[in-house]
T-cell receptor
């Protein structure tokens, strides 16, 4: 059974600081996705990582994938209040694709 | 207009009632999914469909059934609702095995 674990689950940080969210998973996969969810809203796709060593960046967020370590990171640079949300990683364990297992989510609060 | 829509957005029902949640997408995607979200558990896959004739159980399909009426429509039914099915339900769609999933706005279901 595939397990996906995120840490931390809760993160409170100050504006301007840097931090990293970690996503570990238990079985081999080379497809990992990051999503953002604002309170009371749906999930929004942030990054799609499809190979070992993949790195994607968008604004203050950068995601990477190490399939050998079964680890993905979401790095936040110089956080701003607008980044406050819950962040989920999801791993696709099927070669046919599309069967995602989600982590529990990391609730990020950026304080002024 | 939203690409993935869900109706109803909120529903309160009683134990033992049959209820149907509907999902439509205008993205022309073949693949569609139903998830439920519970606090602290992330999203869990209920059913998924790769095309109109291909429907598959996810990790928590017991107590649920689905119908893929057309490429654009995928409905989730609770034949006899029970209180522990109280949750936030999301529908999603994707193009292929490597594509991210696009989520609907969610249906908040309460079973009394």
């Amino acid at each position: 059974e595939l397990k996906v674990e995120q840490n931390p689950l809760f993160l409170s940080m100050q504006e301007g600081k840097n931090y990293t969210i970690y996503c570990n998973y238990s079985t081999t996969s080379d497809r990992l996705y990051w999503y953002r969810q604002d309170p009371g809203k749906s999930l929004e796709s942030l990054f799609v990582l499809l190979s070992n060593g993949a790195v994607k960046q968008e604004g203050r967020l950068m995601a990477s994938l190490d399939t050998k370590a079964r680890l993905s990171t979401l790095h936040i640079t110089a956080a701003v209040h607008d980044l406050s949300a819950t962040y989920f990683c999801a791993v696709d364990k099927e070669t046919s694709g599309s069967r995602l297992t989600f982590g529990e989510g990391t609730q990020l609060t950026v304080n002024p | 207009d939203a690409d993935v829509t869900q109706t109803p957005r909120n529903r309160i029902t009683k134990t033992g009632k049959r209820i149907m949640l509907e999902c439509s997408q205008t993205k022309g995607h073949d693949r569609m999914y139903w998830y439920r979200q519970d606090p602290g558990l992330g999203l869990r896959l209920i059913y998924y469909s790769f095309d109109v004739k291909d429907i598959n159980k996810g990790e928590i399909s017991d107590g649920y059934s689905v119908s893929r009426q057309a490429q654009a429509k995928f409905s989730l039914s609770l034949e006899s609702a029970i209180p522990n099915q109280t949750a936030l339900y999301f529908c999603a769609s994707s193009r292929d095995s490597l594509d991210t999933q696009y989520f609907g706005p969610g249906t908040r279901l309460t079973v009394l």
